[in-house]
């Protein structure tokens, strides 16, 4: 019997899915599925899991010569324990982009509006090195924001886009979390 016919009927025996597995030995579905189909072996750390989960040794596991499986010896000191990647969510994802959203979408439409809106306020020309300061129609943001007074929704735009980006940062580092000791990280 090979290792992936071995690993199979373990796994159905203790009445696990792959998924299931997968989880408690923090490694994706495909990678199971891989190791049953024989299409890859696990590295080491992982077989010394498996033997651990299904209680058999990993001479079982790796000679195809034995059929019937031995049971595992009582490990001296306990295991360390598996780290399980937590199910990361869309929850902080989508908060982001909609916080980050308004807050862009706020800049972008007091932008437009300055460009599309004629104020009141100063111009300053250069002119031979020299700078000209008159007082005339433009069109500016920062005359636009002081004439209607849009100083408050700018910094409430700003602050949302911020929240926003943090939330994003928040989610990501779920995501991608930080490598394992010995720089390795798992499948």
Same mark, same amino acid.
């Given at each position: ?25 923090? %490694? ?7 190791? #049953?189909?024989?299409?890859?072996? *696990?590295?080491? +750390? ?10 058999? @040794? ?18 001296? #000191? *306990?295991?360390? *324990? ?6 990361? +969510? ?9 916080? +980050? ?16 809106? #004629?104020?009141? +306020?100063?111009? @300053?020309?250069?002119? =031979?090195?020299?700078?000209?300061? @008159? ?20 910094? %409430? ?24 000791? =010995?720089?390795?990280?798992? #499948?």
């Amino acid at each position: 019997m090979t290792f992936g016919e071995k690993l199979q009927k373990l796994r159905r025996q203790a009445g696990m899915s792959q998924e299931e597995l997968a989880e408690r030995l923090s %490694v994706s579905r495909q990678a199971v599925s891989r190791w #049953e189909l024989e299409g890859t072996l *696990p590295d080491a +750390g992982k077989i010394v899991s498996l033997s651990r989960i299904f209680s058999v @040794t990993t001479d079982y596991l790796l000679k195809d010569e034995l059929e019937i499986p031995e049971p595992a010896e009582a490990p001296s #000191e *306990p295991a360390p *324990p598996v780290l399980q990647k937590q199910p990361v +969510g869309n929850g902080l994802l989508i908060s982001s982009c909609i916080t +980050g959203g308004l807050g862009a979408l706020g800049f972008l439409v007091i932008a437009v509006l300055s460009s599309m809106i #004629e104020v009141y +306020g100063t111009i @300053t020309t250069y002119e =031979g090195g020299n700078i000209h300061y @008159t007082s005339g129609w433009t069109y500016s943001f920062t005359a636009f924001v002081e004439e209607y007074r849009l100083e408050a929704i700018l910094w %409430v735009c700003g602050g949302l886009l911020i929240i926003g980006l943090l939330l994003f940062w928040g989610w990501w580092s779920k995501k991608h979390p930080p490598d394992l000791p =010995g720089g390795r990280q798992e #499948e």
